[in-house]
């Protein structure tokens, strides 16, 4: 039974910073593409950044959020610095086999339950 389980979520003021993490329980860490997405109130769940074949960001977090993983942890986690409002969200960590470039949700097979980030202006 694979499980995902997050972490590390709050409450922050715009301009601070947070570190989530996903801690997998899941064989063979070091060769899962794993990635985190977000989903605001009342909109549809977006990609946020992976680790795989490479590291990928959405446009809106370059520069401000960091993705890294310890595979001897089995554990991902996403650097957040110069949070604005607009991260409030539920954080979701997922995991798809292989080492890929996929940022679609439809790609990734497991999911956590997410963690709620909210910024306050």
């Known amino acids: 039974q694979v499980q995902l389980v997050e972490s590390g979520g709050g409450l922050v003021q715009a301009g601070g910073s947070l570190r989530l993490a996903c801690a997998a329980s899941?064989?063979?860490?070091?060769?899962?593409?794993m990635a985190w997405f977000r989903q605001a109130p009342g909109t549809e769940r977006e990609f946020v950044a992976a680790?795989?074949?490479?590291?990928q960001y959405t446009d809106s977090v370059k520069g401000r959020f960091t993705v890294s993983r310890d595979n001897a942890k089995n554990t991902m986690y996403l650097q957040m610095n110069s949070l604005e409002p607009e991260d409030t969200a539920v954080y979701y960590c997922?995991?798809?086999?292989?080492?890929?470039?996929?940022?679609?949700?439809?790609?990734?097979?497991?999911w956590g339950q997410g963690t709620q980030v909210t910024v306050s202006s």
């Open positions: 899941i064989r063979a860490f070091g060769s899962i593409t």
């Open positions: 680790s795989g074949w490479d590291t």
């Open positions: 997922a995991a798809s086999f292989g080492l890929r470039k996929i940022k679609k949700d439809d790609d990734y097979v497991y």
